[in-house]
């Protein structure tokens, strides 16, 4: 197989359902709001300078109201052994009351990202749903997965091909079931030490992960495509290179340091025939959406020289399986 130089952006959208069990909504509705405001202006860059996006999205945001979220909620449910962490307890929460619904669901915006040139519309499984949390089982994942799948279809689009396990939960056990349920690429983690465990979430583990996204504490992030293996019955694992971390209104010499990183990282990428796959959740742009919008397209300018450059292209996550999938046979 050659190896090319590919840049890779995977988003995860998610909205309230991606932080529930960790901040309250009432403290973020202007932070969702932008958040809303900003999909379709991401939309617009990536359809201007044709940069092919991968929309790992929450099957839940499909539906248009509580009412038709009821109808696609499956039966096995997962029974987490700590019951905060189960979203479905959200409806008695926030159910009542109309004017927060567009936290919950966002099924223009998902047909939006359906119909925009280069954007894979994949899945962040139906509910959010935590793959290494005790007390839910592989049978209540696979009833989750055929609930994504199911709203999906209803709503007139494919059914999705890639997914991203919430929270970075990657469960090798977990592989079979999605290819079974048609999913034929996912996001795996980095390979440093300090990314093996996203559950117990160390403190040494947490401070890695941050000082990495500044300093070269980890190994190179890129990878030569034909390092990835396909293994029959399960889904490609393609890895995650690099977060970029949110806008810090009150450090710019830290986000400036952030933005070089990536920018070094993908000219290495570019240099060496390399993969360099950046991923974020659309809301990580709801505090500082001016300024991150910005950023975004230093990278994607950088990107546009090392296409000229070094012949690097963008490709979503379905396309990378794709191509290596068909180098391999």
């Known amino acids: 197989m050659q190896n090319i130089p590919v840049f890779t952006i995977s988003l995860d959208f998610e909205l309230y359902w991606g932080i529930?069990?960790?901040?309250?909504?009432?403290?973020?509705?202007?932070?969702?709001?932008n958040t809303l405001q900003v999909v379709p202006k991401l939309l617009s860059i990536f359809k201007k300078e044709q940069i092919h996006v991968t929309w790992a999205t929450v099957g839940m945001l499909f539906a248009g109201d509580w009412q038709?979220?009821?109808?696609?909620?499956?039966?096995?449910?997962?029974?987490?052994i700590n019951k905060y962490l189960s979203a479905y307890r959200l409806?008695?929460?926030?159910?009542?009351?109309?004017?927060?619904?567009?936290?919950?669901?966002?099924?223009?915006?998902?047909?939006?990202?359906?119909?925009?040139?280069?954007q894979e519309l994949a899945t962040h499984t139906y509910c959010?749903?935590?793959?290494?949390?005790?007390?839910?089982?592989?049978?209540?994942?696979?009833?989750?997965?055929?609930?994504?799948?199911?709203?999906?279809?209803?709503?007139?689009?494919?059914?999705?091909?890639?997914?991203?396990?919430?929270?970075n939960q990657f469960n090798q056990v977990y592989l079979q079931v999605c290819l079974e349920e048609g999913i034929t690429s996912v996001r795996s983690n980095p390979k440093d030490w300090f990314?093996?465990?996203?559950?117990?979430?160390?403190?040494l583990n947490k401070i890695f992960r941050t000082g990495d996204g500044y300093l070269p504490l980890g190994q190179r992030t890129s990878y030569p495509l034909s390092s990835l293996q396909h293994v029959e019955g399960v889904p490609l694992a393609i890895p995650a290179s690099r977060f970029l971390r949110p806008v810090n209104g009150s450090k710019p010499l830290l986000n400036r340091l952030r933005l070089k990183r990536i920018l070094n990282e993908m000219s290495e990428a570019a240099?060496?025939?390399?993969?360099?796959?950046?991923?974020?959740?659309?809301?990580?742009?709801?505090?500082?959406?001016?300024?991150?919008?910005?950023?975004?397209?230093?990278?994607?300018?950088?990107f546009g020289n090392l296409h000229r450059q070094y012949g690097m292209v963008s490709m979503t996550m379905k396309e990378v399986q794709e191509y290596i999938w068909s180098s391999t046979r």
């Open 271 to 302: 240099k060496r025939n390399e993969c360099y796959h950046l991923w974020w959740h659309p809301h990580n742009f709801g505090e500082f959406p001016e300024q991150s919008l910005k950023d975004l397209l230093e990278i994607i300018n950088h």
């Open 91 to 118: 409806k008695d929460l926030y159910g009542q009351n109309s004017t927060l619904d567009t936290n919950f669901f966002a099924p223009e915006l998902v047909m939006q990202i359906a119909t925009t040139p280069y």
């Open 195 to 203: 990314w093996k465990d996203t559950v117990g979430e160390n403190l």
């Open 20 to 33: 529930f069990d960790k901040t309250a909504l009432e403290g973020r509705l202007e932070y969702f709001n």
């Open 128 to 167: 959010h749903y935590y793959c290494k949390e005790q007390g839910q089982t592989l049978e209540q994942f696979k009833a989750d997965l055929k609930a994504a799948k199911k709203i999906a279809i209803k709503k007139g689009f494919p059914a999705p091909a890639s997914l991203v396990f919430p929270r």
């Open 68 to 80: 038709e979220w009821r109808q696609y909620n499956p039966a096995q449910q997962p029974t987490y």
